[in-house]
């Protein structure tokens, strides 16, 4: 939709365009086919305010847009850091060593490369919710439709890593830790001993390009019977450790810093409805 105002005195493009854009456009959509807003927009309202009161709410609102973007950059690089960070701390296909061990552990031996199949084993099951109490923050719980609440930690003995489909419905996988009480039909994934620490394992897994085994034509799956041949590197416990705890400081720190934004963004929006007028009647 473009809406010139190059001639229009009295209106301050800034002020206009956040006006339009807290509008509800949803009474002038029309078509079945590809929905559109037709001329009718010509009949719509607005209340304009004098010029130094627009002035003064489009700064305000941009001030917040800039605010928005830099926290979405900031989301954007940390998540870009952490994808590259994984790529330094897991050894490369073919390769025993990562190319980033911490101070401790450059002198260790390579890592023991083994099956998937060797180190984790999987169940296919129809999980049932009881005990588990859900609360609104803290590790996610991952269910056939995603996320389904969240539980604060996993210090229970029985925990696994949850592989379902996201929401998105092309077959890429959510992998989570949880606990085994998931109200879901899913795949999960459990260390075979105690040599393995299910937090590092999760990272291993995330850190796989897993799209080469996606298969059917409906609703696509991964089978743990093919990713299950996959090679990867085991180090020590104690490196495994200290690799989770890398990477669980810095996912704690990415969910922060998307919490934040969405606190902008829910802070903007409610800003929008008390700066606008809600209902005109001109």
């Not at 925990?159 to 890429?172: F, Q």
């Not at 989570?176 to 998931?182: A, D, M, P, T």
Request: hydrophobic share 35%; aromatic share 8%; with cysteine.
């Amino acid at each position: 939709m473009v809406v010139n105002v190059d001639n229009s005195p009295g209106v301050i493009k800034g002020f206009l365009y956040f006006q339009l854009k807290g509008t509800n456009w949803n009474y002038l959509i029309t078509g079945s086919g590809q929905p559109q807003i037709t001329g009718e927009i010509k009949k719509h309202k607005v209340a304009l305010p004098s010029l130094d009161e627009q002035q003064k709410i489009a700064d305000c609102l941009s001030s917040l847009d800039e605010l928005i973007e830099l926290q979405a950059k900031k989301l954007e690089a940390l998540q870009a850091h952490k994808k590259g960070l994984m790529q330094q701390l897991f050894p490369r296909e073919g390769e025993t060593t990562p190319r980033l061990r911490f101070p401790e552990f450059r002198n260790a031996e390579p890592w023991e490369v083994k099956r998937l199949s060797d180190i984790a084993r999987h169940e296919t099951s129809s999980l049932t919710l009881n005990t588990l109490v859900l609360t609104d923050s803290g590790y996610p719980i991952y269910g056939a439709n995603g996320c389904i609440g969240f539980i604060d930690s996993f210090e229970q003995e029985d925990k696994y890593i949850a592989m379902v489909k996201d929401g998105s419905g092309v077959g890429r996988l959510t992998i989570r830790e949880g606990k085994s009480s998931v109200l879901s039909t899913l795949t999960y994934i459990k260390p075979r001993e105690k040599s393995v620490l299910v937090t590092w394992l999760y990272y291993c897994l995330s850190a796989l390009d897993l799209s080469c085994f996606i298969k059917g034509s409906g609703i696509p799956h991964i089978y743990f019977s093919d990713v299950g041949a996959t090679k990867v590197g085991l180090p020590s416990l104690p490196e495994q450790q200290k690799i989770a705890d890398c990477l669980s400081s810095l996912d704690e720190l990415i969910e922060l810093q998307a919490k934040q934004l969405e606190a902008l963004q829910t802070h903007k929006k409610g800003l929008m409805q008390q700066l606008f007028p809600q209902e005109i009647d001109l």
